[in-house]
Each structure stands twice: as C-alpha cells, then as structure tokens.
C-alpha cells in the first residue's frame, strides 16, 4: 500500500462516515435488498428510486418471493423506473439464484456477473456493499473522481485510460478496512462535491493528494473526447405483400441484426427496382438511429412476382409477430399503421 493510497482511503471513510446521505438501501445488510436497490440506481435517480424501492420490497420481501410470482407482477411494481428490462432481468436472476444457488446471492464477482442484469459495476457493488469483498466499481462518479485525483489526460472511455481508473479504483478499495464502505466514499464524493460542474475542491477532504486540483483545472477531467461525426444510410424496403402473407427475409447469422428478419431490401430504390422489377411505389419512410450511423429507410410497394420460398425468404400472415430487426419493426410498423397503403 502506497503511503498515498493509504492517505486518500482514510480521508474518503471518514468524509463518508460524516457526510453520507440517509438513503433507506444503507440501512440494510441483506443482499437481496441491496441487489434490488442496484439494479433499481442503474439508470433512475436516487430521488425516484426512495419511495419506489420500499413499496416493492414491502411487496417482494425475499428473493424467493420474488422468484415465485409472475414477470408481470414485477414489471407492474416496477412502474415509475422504466427501463423495464431491469424488472424482467430482476425476476430471470431471482429464479436462477433458487434453482442454482440455493435462494441465495453467490458472493462470487464472477458468479454474480454471470446472472442476467449484473455486470461489471453492478457486481462490484453487491460483492463490496453485501459481502465486503475488496472489488472495485467505477461509475460515473467514481470514474470523475479518480480522472480527477490522478488527472488522467487521455479519453476516459477508451481501454488504457478504463482500464486505469478500475486499477486505481481496485488499488483504493483493497487498502480499505471495509470495501463496501470505500466504494460508497467515492460515490458519494463524486455526488456530494466532485461534481461534473463547479467542483467543490475547497470542502474536499482530499484536495492536497488531488491532481486536478494541483493543476487548477478540475474541471478540464474526465476527458472525453466528442462523438465521431454519424454516419447517414439510406435504404430501400420492398412491401411485398401475396395471399400467402408479406414477405420477409433474414438476415445472415453474423453481422449487424445477425439473424434476425426484415423486409427485402437494396441500397437504392432502383436496384430495388431492378431487384424485384415492376414500378415500387412510396408507401412511407422511417428513420433509425444505430450507435454510429442513422439510417433512412423508404418502404416502397413493389408489384413483383410472387417470390420463390425459401429458408430465408418466406411470407408472414402476422410479419410483427416475428423476430424482426429494430428498423424492420418500425418500417412493418408504419406500413400498417398506414393501412398497408
Ligand atoms: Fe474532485 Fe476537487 Fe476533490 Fe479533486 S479536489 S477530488 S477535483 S472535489
């Protein structure tokens, strides 16, 4: 342990110890509610997250309660979080706990991240915060704090400066007495004072070890660098619609939407045209966000053959019943609100 290292978990428990916020998921010990309250802090402020989390352990008061109702129930008692998949992974890990674990949270990082909802934070928390085990998590906060503390000059979401922070973050909470509290330090820090506007350095209980601040500019850390400039795509879907259903083709099993089923499509309305020959005509037009391109889509209605059926070209009586793409859903989707017209 660094002299240092030793310095700054000191001054965070006892800025935490002092300064913590009386938060109902801190009284507690039991790991199910700790999970719940993680799983319910992912992606909700804290604020929404208090009265919500009483009412539903209140109605699911263990993990085997939990596991033993129905994904709708939890997906009601979770309304007012949104991000619904969280319930529906919430209720999948509860059950695999009964079945694999014996109704119990593994207190394994490794176990934890292999259930459905817990990844690399989420594990963390629960392994420190429950089981007082010295594992690191890096949250927003806590990825400020230490861009700050270490004044680290690269982009923060590319792998040596991630990878960075977690070692720092790991380094601090293996000195700490109580990892679980060491881990809640820095969050709070990050919330309290560390703030991503107008720091409060000169409350800090660790200015003098606090790189950023040495320098005078906190508030140039976490260095993100600016999103790469989008991409557009244009694409053209053919509605071809025969008394066997409209038709659809999957995609290949690697790639971009990797088996998943969509309208025919082509780059361009005339190879679509020469594609599928006849005069395709505009039905509608969607657009799309994927993580670094948007896409355009015009559906258009082609009066084409019937098309030959093959293992990846069939016809759909109910086209949105199935697994289709993101875009497809939404090209079928504003098709038949458009009345197919
Ligand atoms: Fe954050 Fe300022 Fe404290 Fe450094 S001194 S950790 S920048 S609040």
Redesign the pocket.
Known sequence: MSDRVGWLVERLVAFYRGSQRDLPWRHTRDPYAIWVSEIMLQQTQVDTVVPRYGRFLAEFPTLQALAATTETRVCEAWAGLGYYRRARHLHQAARLMVERHDGCLPQDVDALRALPGIGRYTAGAIASIAFGLPAPIVDGNVER?VA??EAVAGDVRRPPEVTRIWQFAAALVETAAKPGELNQALME?GAL??TPRA???HE?P??DE?A??GQGR?ESFPNVAPATTRKRMRIAFAWIETTRGIWLTRRPLDGLWAGLWELPSAPAAKLLRERFGGNPRRITQVAHQLTHRDVVATIYRTTAAPPRRSATLQPFRDPLSAPLSGLARKAVQAVLSNGGQ
Request: proline share 6%.
């Open positions: 704090v700050r503390l820090l004072l560390c720091p409060r350095c800090c660790v200015r606090c950023a601040h906190a």
